[in-house]
């Protein structure tokens, strides 16, 4: 069952920053928000993850808001390389039972 | 860095054929993943395992079986492929503990005719 819901599509100016939507409105309180990432022919590889508080690592930052309904992945200064397909999963953190659903097609425009 | 590896980038098969799709980790991973990926549908679970022996199903798991004899092994079958398992296999792999981030293999793409 999907537990998010993302757009379809997306473009981005290079160099700009992509942020990325993600409405999660039933969320429990012991699942956290994943954001993985899919680059054409290879296999999704992990973004970020988070429960309540924004994070931030060397690839993006993660924006939820206070009452956990939704959240924004940030990439700073997007590049060509970061065209993808971006998922945004809730589950817990135990169990690893993703659902990937069909994620957002990030364009970064030249 | 974690490797998952997948037997083959590209399998065809006919009908009826029993098909194996092996996966093997190199980081002494505890728990693995097989999923499927069609257009328009994302990435499924067909099946899942904690530990040697063990499996667990997962969201599409008709039509699958799956075996693990061995930790850093997970075999995902096909007993008799038809043309609707056509897909992208991906595998995936986890540790118990900082089970966040899942490594995935390339994938297989597997076309049943």
């Known amino acids: 069952d999907a537990k998010t819901t993302q757009p379809t599509s997306m473009d981005c100016a290079e160099g700009r920053a992509a942020n990325l939507p993600c409405n999660h409105s039933t969320i429990s309180g012991n699942e956290y928000v994943y954001w993985y990432r899919q680059i054409h022919s290879q296999g999704p590889q992990y973004i970020i993850h988070g429960l309540k508080n924004n994070e931030t690592n060397e690839m993006a930052s993660l924006i939820i808001t206070e009452d956990r309904k939704s959240s924004t992945l940030i990439l700073p200064h997007a590049t060509l390389r970061d065209t993808a397909v971006y998922y945004c999963i809730v589950s817990q953190s135990t169990g690893n039972q993703f659902y990937f659903g069909t994620g957002t097609s990030l364009t970064v425009i030249p | 860095d974690v490797k998952v590896t997948q037997s083959s980038r590209y399998l065809v098969k006919r009908t009826g054929e029993k098909v194996f799709l092996e996966c093997v980790q190199d980081?002494?991973?505890?728990?693995m993943f097989w999923y499927r990926q069609d257009p328009g549908l994302g990435l499924r679970l067909i099946y899942f395992s904690y530990d040697v022996k063990m499996k667990e199903k997962g969201d599409i798991p008709e039509g699958y079986s799956v075996s693990r004899e061995k930790k850093e092994r997970f075999s995902l079958i096909l007993e008799s492929a038809s043309t609707n398992q056509t897909s992208m296999y991906l595998c995936?792999?986890?540790?118990?503990?900082?089970?966040?981030?899942?490594?995935f293999g390339p994938g297989t793409r597997l076309t049943v005719t």
């Open positions: 980081m002494d991973h505890e728990n």
């Open positions: 995936a792999s986890t540790t118990g503990t900082h089970s966040y981030e899942q490594y």
